[in-house]
């Protein structure tokens, strides 16, 4: 390698970490404010990212830009109608080259508002595709909208658990997957697997597990959900074939442009032999009264209807930072991150980490679940909430039998007590549950440094946060003694009735 382009790869290294430095605060809501227990105006820590992340400034800002050309698409007539077509092109390219997925192999679509929709679209059309395969491997670790679309559409669903041999409840089990492959080869139609877990932010081998998948003749589709924004992805483009992914599912609302489209890449081959599900404007090349022909274009037919525009375009710029920040910088800062918070949280008595916490043998990006001894989950994350202004998520994470899994570390006697009763009257319990951290681009130290000391404190005083709380009608912590009331902050009505008001004359 010469010298010159080492220079050349130095220099764009800087740029990229000068850009993430600079992006890291350009969001909307970094500085949001609320009234804590002691009415103090205090600065909202968002620890809440796996569930959605915050808008990233410059996305928000060209999507306002493109407003002023707002036009709908599937013409090119008139000056607006070209730019938003040809924008909204832009985005599906700009999508495949994201996930390295070869343009002349693979299609890019837009379903519903995250994974779910597109997910239920892919398992009918896999289930469609190979009706002969009847069954399904779906890992213990998944969301909901990774499991349950197959046990509707795929076929008989068989959950692979997560390794406890070589880790403590890390990754999925590699060995089992293949015994699995093995037993069922003849019926297996594919594999369905989580990139990251949105309950313990572990990281899976996507491409040796397509590999394994291949070998043994089945499909594999991944829920890149969490990956996205995270970590690197490679779709295609693989000296052995056998890595390459056959389907990948996004949402863009998890990818710093809340709003946008759920996000479908997938394999041609596969797609043009199905008839679409959904029929309507923009999807047909002719439609007679008796009969129709549907377009052979991609995403055209895979689109019916005006499309989220406005959201594609949000999705596209958020795409175009990440990549010019360079996905393997985000990964490294995000495991740092992700890493300093285990050690500090690993130090405080009575904090349970789930999931294997040794980041060599189980790396992990962007989420931690955890308990404290003693304490509900719930109660924990309101009193982040309430006396320290961090925004935390609890409960079970729409991930109920791989929180079920992980609670066997905790509350063995509580579930050994649940699973002995009719799971007809199944009703939710305060301890069914954990307490998640997750972080994005703009997570800071600093903000970690609060989080782990509010953990100590409220490790420390345990009784008295525990008096200051009740349990209301639904389940929920509530402050004996603090109201927060969103009136305060926003409400949709007097925010629509004070912008008339500011309109121009």
Not at 135 to 140: A, P, Q, R, T
Not at 229 to 247: C, E, L, W, Y
Request: aromatic residues 10%; proline residues 3%; glycine residues 6%.
């Amino acid at each position: 390698m010469s010298i010159e382009t080492l220079k050349s790869r130095g220099e764009d290294l800087i740029k990229s970490i000068d850009l993430h430095e600079q992006i890291k605060s350009d969001f909307i809501g970094l500085n949001t404010t609320y009234k804590d227990v002691y009415g103090n105006e205090t600065k909202r820590i968002y620890l809440d990212s796996t569930a959605s992340t915050l808008m990233m400034g410059p996305a928000y800002r060209t999507s306002q830009k493109f407003l002023k050309h707002y036009a709908n698409t599937h013409s090119l007539m008139h000056f607006s109608a070209k730019i938003a077509t040809k924008t909204y092109g832009w985005v599906h390219e700009r999508i495949l080259d994201f996930v390295k997925a070869n343009p002349d192999e693979y299609t890019c679509f837009f379903a519903g508002s995250g994974v779910t929709a597109g997910m239920n679209r892919i398992a009918r059309v896999f289930n469609n595709f190979r009706p002969t395969r009847d069954v399904v491997l779906v890992s213990i670790m998944e969301h909901h909208s990774n499991d349950l679309p197959h046990r509707k559409h795929g076929g008989e669903v068989i959950h692979i658990p997560v390794d406890t041999k070589t880790s403590n409840m890390g990754k999925v089990d590699m060995d089992q997957l293949e015994e699995y492959l093995v037993k069922y080869q003849d019926r297996i139609n594919y594999v369905s697997i989580t990139g990251i877990s949105n309950v313990t932010g572990i990281i899976n081998p996507i491409n040796e597990i397509a590999q394994l998948t291949h070998k043994y003749g089945a499909y594999i589709i991944v829920d890149a959900a969490q990956l996205a924004a995270h970590v690197p992805i490679q779709m295609s483009g693989f000296r052995d074939s056998t890595k390459n992914i056959d389907a990948l599912l996004f949402s863009g609302h998890k990818t710093y442009a809340p709003g946008s489209p759920g996000v479908v890449v997938v394999k041609k081959s596969i797609m043009e032999t199905m008839s679409p599900d959904e029929v309507g404007g923009g999807m047909v090349d002719r439609v007679f009264p008796k009969k129709y022909f549907v377009s052979n274009t991609f995403p055209d037919r895979e689109e019916a209807g005006t499309p989220n525009i406005l959201g594609a375009v949000t999705l596209g710029a958020a795409i175009e930072v990440l990549d010019q920040i360079g996905m393997d910088n985000i990964l490294k800062e995000d495991m740092e991150i992700t890493n300093y918070t285990l050690e500090e949280m690993l130090k405080i008595k009575d904090v349970v980490i789930y999931g294997d916490s040794n980041a060599t043998i189980c790396p992990r990006a962007g989420t931690i679940s955890f308990n404290v001894n003693g304490m509900n989950h719930g109660l924990v994350a309101a009193i982040l909430n309430d006396y320290y202004n961090i925004a935390v998520r609890n409960e079970c994470f729409c991930a109920h039998p791989y929180v079920e899994k992980m609670l066997e570390l905790t509350h063995t006697e509580e579930i050994s007590r649940v699973k002995s009763q009719d799971n007809d009257v199944w009703s939710v319990e305060p301890w069914m549950g954990m307490v998640r951290a997750s972080f994005g681009v703009y997570t800071t130290m600093e903000d970690i440094g609060k989080f782990v000391n509010a953990l100590n404190e409220i490790v420390m005083n345990k009784n008295r946060f525990i008096d200051s709380y009740k349990m209301n009608k639904t389940g929920d912590y509530v402050h004996k003694d603090f109201d927060f009331s969103c009136k305060e902050y926003f409400t949709l009505s007097e925010t629509v009735i004070d912008e008339i008001k500011n309109s121009p004359k």
